[in-house]
């Protein structure tokens, strides 16, 4: 009993000692939040090129995309009911252009949340934290880089650089994973392309129209990342006063992800919408289309299910489901000029709970 109490002792010990170990400070310069470099070797890892394939040429496939945009976005009018006159333009990219474009958008989102990690000391608990943030990170992008067929990028920033000129919004399409589909799942002769630019052009439809939507977005999200940790957005707070806040912080934080989550499922439910609804009559192949998609989400094996769910990719997936059925279900019973006033404002947004059940959104329209 003596020799066991005397092992429970040096092991708690040795693990008071271990962690003082792991947090106590160094005197290295801090690093980043994210090593970005290390990320991207991760990410193009995983994308499954060779180096070897033929690169796509980009100037013919972006002038193909717009000739294509000009022909959808009529379509997009019959639903929106009010024209985009003006969008960004496609860009095509193969998947280490995706990533490349992706790690641009988040550098930029989180730029305030490093600039207030460079005043906390390094040591080896951040640098391990670092580098299972890293590999978590460079494993999600390479997983995306294979799965994204399109993308647009609204350029949301959670700072202000005095000086700076605001970058250009952008519709991107991953060139090798459309290809790669079109090829795996027998859609040559559809109008595979046109139909997935006309979901995109709707996300351009919604940002570019409602100006309101992105700094909405982009105020929830500092919110979450950078008001939880810092008071002024440069220095982190102490200690004792983010643990007494925590239980209000988490509170509001709950609330804030549920709202994100719910403006998330409008986006891209109405833009699925669209492309279902405008394109049925309009797209070549287009039950095509839709089947071989639901064929596609079937075909995916356990470990990308398990890492879907992980990631919360699965969770977006369902988005598109939700948001769908929503749209549908007040264009059903109010028509679409009533369904079109969730862009009006972020109050008139729905809730999870009015996704779930229109009808419930319909009242409070009303």
């Known amino acids: 009993m003596v020799r066991r109490t005397l092992a429970v002792g040096v092991v708690g010990a040795g693990a008071v000692l ?67 006159t003006a969008y960004p333009r496609f860009i095509a990219l193969d998947r280490r252009g995706f990533i490349d474009a992706n790690l ?24 391990v ?32 650089v005095p000086g700076a000129t605001r970058q250009a919004s952008a519709l991107y399409l991953v060139e090798p994973n459309i290809a790669g589909i079109e090829r795996n799942l027998y859609l040559t002769g559809t109008d595979l392309r046109p139909w997935l630019i006309l979901h995109e052009l709707t996300h351009a439809w919604q940002f570019e129209l409602h100006p309101w939507l992105g700094e909405h977005l982009e105020s929830l999200m500092r919110g979450l990342m950078v008001d939880a940790l810092s008071a002024d957005g440069e220095t982190l707070l102490p200690s004792r006063q983010m643990v007494r806040r925590l239980p209000d912080t988490v509170r509001g934080q709950v609330h804030t992800i549920r709202h994100v ?5 409008v986006l891209e439910g109405y833009s699925n919408f669209v492309m279902h609804r405008a394109g049925r009559n309009a797209i070549r192949g287009s039950e095509r ?78």
Not at 136 to 159: H, K
């Open 261 to 265: 989550q719910a403006v998330m499922s």
């Open 18 to 84: 271990s962690a003082r170990a792991l947090l106590r400070p160094q005197l290295e310069t801090p690093r980043r939040l994210v090593d970005w470099e290390d990320v991207r070797r991760i990410a193009v890892s995983r994308t499954g090129d060779t180096g070897r394939g033929v690169g796509i040429n980009a100037e013919a496939l972006e002038a193909a995309y717009m000739e294509m945009a000009a022909r959808v976005a009529p379509l997009m009018t019959e639903v929106t009911q009010v024209p985009l």
């Open 289 to 366: 289309l839709e089947a071989a998609m639901q064929q596609r989400r079937r075909q995916r094996g356990p470990i990308e299910r398990l890492v879907l769910t992980i990631t919360g990719l699965e969770m977006k997936m369902r988005q598109y489901e939700v948001g769908e059925h929503f749209a549908a279900g007040i264009v059903d019973r109010a028509g679409l000029s009533t369904l079109n006033r969730v862009w009006e404002s972020a109050e008139m947004m729905p809730t999870l709970d009015e996704l779930r059940h229109p009808e419930h959104w319909l009242r409070r329209a009303a």
């Open 104 to 127: 641009g958008m988040v550098q930029r989102l989180l730029a305030p949340v490093e600039r207030i990690r460079a005043n906390v000391p390094e040591s080896l608990a951040t640098g």
């Open 129 to 160: 934290s670092r580098r299972m943030l890293d590999r978590y990170v460079g494993e999600l992008f390479g997983l995306m880089s294979r799965r994204v067929l399109g993308q647009y990028d609204p350029v949301l920033a959670l700072e202000d």
